[in-house]
């Protein structure tokens, strides 16, 4: 079947109420002391900027597999589609987990890093802010077992979803914004049948 290409859809068009959040995905390889390498793969909402990453022993579409379930799980299920490149990551067992979510699946055009800003940007700052801050993250990244370098990386990207400001998002963060917008909606719509509160 064709692939769907950013570059024929507009992404609030996929949104509804109960699947509000379009997220693109992309990797980030390290290469660290001893010839050892490693992946993080990266994921952010379009507009609301929420963000997520993990990191990983190998670059599979296993990898990217178990990185989308989790993703869902962050964000309630409410994942109507994900913009990825082209590789090789985001082929079988990646499309496995879109298909069993229910989330449609959408890629950028080859050698076209510019249909994915919104990735490039937070991988950016991921390495920024985080990457070359913080101590222990490299030294836990040389262990075969992941989690404390995991553990580090969620730390931060709690900072980044609840607390960091964002210019873009009126100065406030990711999951204030989103708040925000939810609830002026509701506010706008209080009949909506299909829009709960939790």
């Not at 509000?20 to 001893?34: A, G, K, Q, R």
């Not at 490693?38 to 929420?50: M, Q, S």
Request: charged share 25%.
């Amino acid at each position: 079947h064709k692939k769907l290409r950013i570059n024929e859809v507009n992404p609030n068009d996929y949104l509804s109420p109960t699947k509000p959040f379009f997220f693109t995905t992309d990797s980030i390889v390290l290469y660290l002391p001893y010839g050892i390498k490693r992946y993080i793969i990266t994921a952010v909402e379009h507009e609301k900027k929420i963000a997520y990453a993990r990191s990983y022993n190998s670059k599979s579409s296993l990898s990217a597999f178990d990185f989308l379930m989790r993703l869902s799980v962050l964000v309630d299920g409410k994942i109507a589609a994900i913009l990825s490149d082209n590789g090789s990551e985001f082929a079988k067992y990646f499309e496995e987990a879109c298909k069993r979510l229910n989330i449609i699946h959408i890629y950028s055009r080859v050698h076209t890093p510019k249909d994915n800003p919104v990735c490039e940007r937070f991988n950016r700052t991921l390495q920024e802010e985080f990457m070359e801050t913080d101590e222990y993250f490299e030294p836990y990244l040389t262990e075969s077992n992941l989690v404390r370098a995991n553990e580090r990386l969620t730390e931060w990207l709690i900072f980044y979803n609840f607390k960091r400001p964002h210019q873009t998002l009126d100065y406030r963060s990711p999951f204030e914004y989103y708040h925000y917008k939810f609830f002026e909606k509701q506010k706008l719509s209080p009949m909506y049948p299909t829009l709960t509160c939790h």
